[in-house]
């Protein structure tokens, strides 16, 4: 060792005494620690308690959920109970949901959580549960509330008792008392439902109702045992309703109230009008009117659609349909029956059309205290706002009114101008009008129900009733010409018939008849209320006086019930007699269609007569004898078709049994068939008998006796001048 390194030993010992006597004197003395005290048991009896506690499932690797809570307590047995608890769930139908609480309690199993306080439930898109209590179970994330509880999401929220929340399938489940509302976008309600049960299904979009099913939608209400309904995506809107089960709806815009076993709504994609309303079972619908009732349909199953205004586009039915269209404004109440109907309409306007088909029945009250009634296979009604503008009906058409039947293939009615049109054929003939006084076919009619008013035209049929004489004076008379109570027919080419003055005009090849007893013209006027006949233009007759036939030609024949006078003219009037009297306002003329209908069943076609006498001149051929002049008359007795007297005026003559008389006038008497014939000054009265010729101003002779008086004077038959030479009686 060097001299030097054993003092530089000894000074670096020194060195470190110094400084540890330095430190030590400037720590002082070391303190005794106290050991900490252990912390607060929440339960003495949990065998384990921890804070910050983190619990995790997993399966098939893949995380399920998590329990978090403040403090965790496990008692023995496996029992743990969770203060301040969340339960996460992890991607259940494709949403996670936390549940969370004050307290939770869970078996050995940990299969079953018990969470109470304040529990609420919160999924990933905003839908949160709110109750007291609930049980989660950790095996299929299933929550259960046995008692109240309430949810919301967005616009819609809700509440019950005893709830049931799957989380994977994310339906919601209600037992009792169920109330959901949904609100627009200031918070006010839209929709208000309340059952006794509900259930909510997130994933399909639907709130399905079980029991008294109520439900407030503005001011409207609807009813039904259970119901459904679909909601939008984001579950703001409610955009269909199924209401089954003694469904109802009262109030609304577009409807009064509506009923039927089922009803399904379906509104527009923001819940907020309705598009369509479709009733099964039963099914009725009172509409909004303008006065306060509108119309009303049912049927079986109905089918109502609306546009965005409200307005009624559309309506179906099917099955005893039903609609009731009231009466406004002076406007008469209908109704139709039907097996069906399809209804369209226009926006603002409401329906305009309708069709029916199958057993169509409809009915209108004119106000009159008479019903209007048609059936046929199918009707087509056009609208005017609330009115009927017209009606088409087709197939095996029946219309009546009081007396009043009709009958066609086809009418087409005007309720504004109360006109009837008639048309087409069938089974049982043409279109056919009756009333008390008068049966009508024709190929095609037009019918004003007011009167009536009857426009007949193509192959015209009539029979004519006489009630007989208790109904004199009450318009339903025929000329006394023919015998009472029995049916009176008339053909022709065209009729006009006016009940309202009961008249009836024929026109075209016109036929009146009644057994043997005929008149034919171009133009045929009757009137019912006086018993009046005129027929006009190359007029004929062929009437049973004094039970012979007397067959007459004339331009024309005129019958005065009144006076008991029948008159053959053959002067053409200034004016035509019987003008077929103005249509009914509004009518058209009626076109010919369809088939010729056979003849009345018993009629008598009137029988071919001879070519008519010249235009100036008529004649009548009968008892009195065969007459020609320009106007004869005969005189009827009153209680019998018989002639009571017979006159004959302007250039007369007379064929008389085995005489010829000519004269300006001649006058019979039916009762002692005498004859007075009277001349002028420059033309005497000359008969002619056999070889023998008579003449004078006036003569009077009898029919039945060999008397003759010219002048006032009685003249014995030497007396006559002879013609030419008499014939040789032939030799024995």
Not at 250 to 267: K, N, P, V, W
Not at 380 to 397: C, H, L, N, P, Y
Request: charged share 25%; hydrophobic share 40%.
């Amino acid at each position: 060792m060097a001299r030097w390194q054993k003092p530089a030993r000894l000074g670096i010992g020194v060195f470190g005494i110094v400084c540890a006597i330095v430190v030590y004197a400037a720590i002082g003395e070391r303190q005794t620690t106290t050991p900490p005290g252990r912390p607060l048991r929440l339960d003495p009896r949990a065998i384990i308690e921890s804070a910050g506690a983190a619990f995790q499932q997993f399966q098939n690797t893949r995380k399920d959920f998590v329990v978090e809570a403040e403090r965790q307590l496990t008692y023995e047995g496996g029992d743990t109970r969770f203060i301040g608890v969340t339960i996460t769930v992890r991607n259940r139908g494709g949403r996670d949901f936390v549940v969370s609480g004050r307290e939770a309690r869970s078996a050995d199993d940990n299969k079953e959580m018990e969470v109470t306080g304040s529990v609420t439930l919160v999924a990933s898109d905003g839908f949160t549960v709110h109750a007291e209590e609930a049980t989660f179970s950790q095996e299929n994330a299933i929550v259960q509330v046995p008692g109240a509880v309430s949810f919301e999401k967005g616009r819609m929220s809700g509440s019950g008792i005893g709830m049931t929340y799957n989380q994977g399938t994310d339906v919601l489940s209600l037992a009792q008392e169920t109330r959901v509302t949904v609100v627009d976008e200031q918070g006010r309600p839209v929709t208000e439902f309340s059952a006794g049960a509900g259930t909510l299904s997130r994933q399909e979009d639907f709130l399905a109702l079980e029991g008294s099913v109520h439900v407030l939608r503005g001011e409207q209400v609807l009813e039904a045992d259970r119901g459904v309904a679909r909601l939008s995506e984001n579950e703001e809107y409610v955009t269909f309703i199924e209401l089954r089960g003694n469904a109802r709806v009262t109030g609304g815009q577009s409807f009064e109230a509506m009923q039927a076993r089922d009803i399904d709504l379906d509104y527009t994609d923001d819940g907020a009008a309705l598009e369509r309303a479709t009733l099964t079972g039963d099914g009725l619908i009172a509409m909004s009117g303008a006065g306060g009732t509108g119309r009303r349909f049912a049927g079986d199953s109905l089918a109502l659609v609306f546009a965005a205004d409200a307005t009624l586009t559309s309506v179906s039915g099917r099955g005893s349909v039903r609609v009731d269209l009231p009466g406004s404004g002076g406007a008469a109440g209908r109704s139709v029956r039907a097996d069906a109907l399809d209804a369209v309409g226009q926006p603002g306007k409401g329906l305009t059309a309708a069709t029916f088909r199958g057993r169509v029945v409809y009915r209108e009250d004119p106000g009159r205290g008479a019903l209007r009634t048609a059936e046929s296979a199918a009707l087509q009604i056009e609208f005017a706002e609330d009115a009927v503008s017209r009606a088409r009906f087709t197939g095996g058409v029946r219309f009546g009114e009081d007396a009043l039947e009709a009958a066609a293939a086809a009418a087409e009615y005007v309720p504004a101008d109360g006109m009837l049109e008639l048309s087409g054929g069938g089974p049982g003939g043409g279109p056919r009008v009756a009333d008390r006084e008068i049966q009508v076919e024709a190929d095609a009619m037009k019918v004003g129900l007011a009167g009536p008013h009857i426009l007949a035209d193509g192959n015209v049929k009539t029979v004519l009733r006489r009630a007989g004489p208790a109904a004199a004076g009450k318009g339903d008379r025929v000329p006394g010409l023919f015998a009472e109570g029995e049916p009176v027919n008339v053909n022709a080419a065209s009729m006009n018939y006016d009940g309202r003055t009961s008249k009836a005009v024929y026109s075209g090849s016109a036929a009146l008849w009644q057994g043997e007893t005929a008149i034919r013209a171009d133009l045929l006027t009757l009137d019912r209320e006086g018993g009046d006949l005129v027929a006009a233009g190359n007029a004929r007759s062929s009437l049973l006086l004094d039970a012979v036939a007397s067959v007459g030609r004339a331009w024309e024949i005129r019958y005065d019930e009144g006076a008991r006078l029948i008159t053959y003219s053959g002067a053409i009037p200034a004016a035509p007699v019987g003008a077929i009297p103005a249509m009914p306002v509004g009518a058209t003329p009626v076109a010919p269609v369809g088939a010729i209908p056979a003849a009345p069943v018993g009629a008598t076609p009137v029988a071919p007569v001879a070519a008519v006498a010249p235009a100036s001149l008529v004649q009548l051929s009968g008892p009195p004898g065969d007459l020609r002049a320009r106007r004869i008359e005969v005189v009827l007795a009153r209680e019998a078709a018989r002639s009571d007297r017979l006159e004959a005026y302007g250039d007369v003559t007379a064929r008389i049994d085995t005489r010829s008389a000519t004269g300006d006038r001649l006058t019979y008497h039916a009762d002692d068939e005498r004859y007075v014939l009277t001349g002028i000054a420059t033309v005497p009265v000359r008969i002619v008998e056999e070889c023998r010729v008579t003449s004078g101003r006036t003569v009077t002779f009898f029919k039945s006796a060999d008397r003759i008086i010219v002048d006032g004077r009685e003249e014995v038959r030497t007396e006559s001048s002879r013609s030419g030479a008499c014939p040789q009686a032939a030799p024995r």
